[in-house]
Structures are given as C-alpha cells and as structure tokens.
T-cell receptor
Framework: NAGVTQTPKFQVLKTGQSMTLQCAQD?????MSWYRQDPGMGLRLIHY???????DQGEVPNGYNVSRSTTEDFPLRLLSAAPSQTSVYFC?????????????FGQGTRLTVV | ELKVEQNPLFLSMQEGKNYTIYCNYS?????LYWYRQDPGKSLESLFV?????AVKQEGRLMASLDTKARLSTLHITAAVHDLSATYFC???????????????FGTGTLLAVQP
C-alpha cells in the first residue's frame, strides 16, 4: 500500500532557484495539505485543498504556490527559493466527515536552500 | 486565531515511571489528534479524540480530551525505551465541525526513556 508518496526525499537548492515538491496519494482522499516542520516549532500548515480545483492558504503560505488538478496529486512549488525555506516538508491527505478521519502523512522532503 | 500549546517540550524519564504530556488549545474544536514521530521519520497517528470526555488507550499510552477546559492529556504508564520519540498534539481548525485536514500542531514533546 503506497499511501502518501512524496518526491524527492532530499533536495539542495541555491537561493533563487525554483522547484516543485511532488505529493501523490492513492487512497482517493479529497483533502490534501502541505506542512513544514522546523525545529522547536512543530508543523505549520502551508496550503491545503478540499478537492480538485480548490485550494486555500494556511498559516505560512508566502513563497509557495499550489494547484490541484487531480484528486491524487498536490504539488508544492517554490518559485524563488530562500534560505528561510530550509525545512522538512510533509504532505498529508484525509477524507472529510464527522467520524474518525485522521490525516495520513508522507515520508517528508528535506529541503536545504544555500 | 487557534493556538496549541504543549508541555513539557522535553521529558526525560526512567523506564517503569509514569508521566503525562499536556496539550492546551485556545479556541473551540471538536477533534484532537495525537501523533508520534521517530527521528527522521514521518508522523504516525496514535489517537483521534472527537468528543468531550473521550478516552482512548493503546498499550502504555492513554489519551483524554476535555473540551470545556480545552485540554488533552497523553498519559504514559510504565514507560519503556521503545516509547522514546517526539509526540505531537494537533487540533482541527474547523469551526463548523467535521474534519478539514487543517491541523494546528503543538510544538511537540521529545520523550527520552532511559533504561
């Protein structure tokens, strides 16, 4: 079972470069999110999506773009990388509902911007 | 703005001892999650708490939720080394009920269980 798959696992960028972090899920989940994890700060929500074609900003959206053209994929784009974006990035997916609906997380992408 | 505070940030305990991690949040929410993270790994779901008074147990871990006090606790009973990890609580930021996947996380508690 693949679950939530993130690529790449590690990436080093130079300041000003652009790149896309990929996230794919095979559980037919409607909801997908991106978080960044920094030491001592827990995880912070960057962007999220409640379905194909629908995205919105989270706590720390500046410097990141997202789009959701399919249910399965939710890529995160850095247009011009900055050292402040050095972090570990996690993608998550879940189903909506009133019951027990936890978020499932990918393995993470460790990004270093030099 | 929803804020989630966790304490302690670091907990060093001996095997066999009991301890509690606290998670306070600032506004109403009807669902709270506990996750475990091992070094360099992803987050693993431990508990989903949906209502006031909810209590869930798995092995040596027990989680509870008091929505009136906006407090959740994760109690560790007779700790063993395998429980060493970082534990996060997270609150769904939806004000309308139901899951939204818009989670606000606490800063995490690094638990180190010493033999």
């Amino acid at each position: 079972n693949a679950g939530v798959t993130q690529t790449p696992k590690f990436q080093v960028l130079k300041t000003g470069q652009s790149m896309t972090l990929q996230c794919a899920q095979d559980m037919n989940h409607e909801y997908m999110s991106w978080y960044r994890q920094d030491p001592g700060m827990g995880l912070r929500l960057i962007h999220y999506s409640v379905g194909a074609g629908i995205t919105d900003q989270g706590e720390v959206p500046n410097g990141y773009n997202v789009s959701r053209s399919t249910t399965e994929d939710f890529p995160l784009r850095l247009l011009s990388a900055a050292p402040s974006q050095t972090s570990v990035y996690f993608c998550a997916s879940s189903s909506p509902g009133q019951g027990v609906t936890e978020a499932f997380f990918g393995q993470g992408t460790r990004l270093t911007v030099v | 703005e929803l804020k989630v505070e966790q304490n302690p940030l670091f907990l060093s305990m001996q095997e066999g001892k009991n301890y509690t991690i606290y998670c306070n949040y600032s506004t109403t929410s009807d669902r709270l999650y506990w996750y475990r993270q091992d070094p360099g790994k992803s987050l693993e779901s431990l508990f989903v708490l949906l209502s006031n008074g909810a209590v869930k147990q798995e092995g040596r871990l027990m989680a509870s939720l008091d929505t009136k006090a906006r407090l959740s606790t994760l109690h560790i009973t007779a700790a063993v080394h395998d429980l060493s990890a970082t534990y996060f609580c997270a609150v769904d930021s939806s004000l309308r009920g139901g899951a939204t996947n818009k989670l606000i996380f606490g800063t995490g508690t690094l638990l180190a269980v010493q033999p």
